[in-house]
Nanobody
């Protein structure tokens, strides 16, 4: 099983980026998929997730209204559209997948079974 996140880069504040996560060895439509990020010197934090059952989406309060997570089952890809980026959005972004996920724990990194290698997002002011 391998997850790969890509699409990061350097962008000015107010700009947009679209991250994508592809998988080999597993099918995203059968899993809940999340995005997490880690800024320098900080712990990894939840950003967004799309649930396996029903496709419900969940967001951290800090990104709600600016980020959108989506799933393309045909391409076996999960994307994170990030708009109105702020310097505090800077960090390494990771995608992760979980086979069984308790709804109350969807924001916990410890519930996810597989992780991608991360892609750097840098937002300059």
């Amino acid at each position: 099983v391998q997850l790969q996140a890509f699409g990061g880069g350097l962008v000015l504040a107010g700009g947009s980026l679209r991250l994508s996560c592809t998988a080999s060895g597993l099918t995203f439509s059968t899993m809940s998929v999340g995005w997490f990020r880690q800024a320098p010197g900080k712990e990894r934090e939840f950003v967004a997730a799309v649930r396996r059952s029903g496709g419900s989406t969940y967001y951290a309060d800090s990104v709600k209204g600016r980020f959108t997570i989506s799933r393309d089952n045909a391409e076996n890809t999960v994307s994170l559209q990030m708009n109105s980026l702020k310097p505090e959005d800077t960090g390494v972004y990771y995608c992760a997948a979980a086979r069984g996920l308790i709804l109350s724990s969807i924001r916990s990194q410890y519930q996810y079974d597989y992780w991608g290698q991360g892609t750097q997002v840098t937002v300059s002011s």
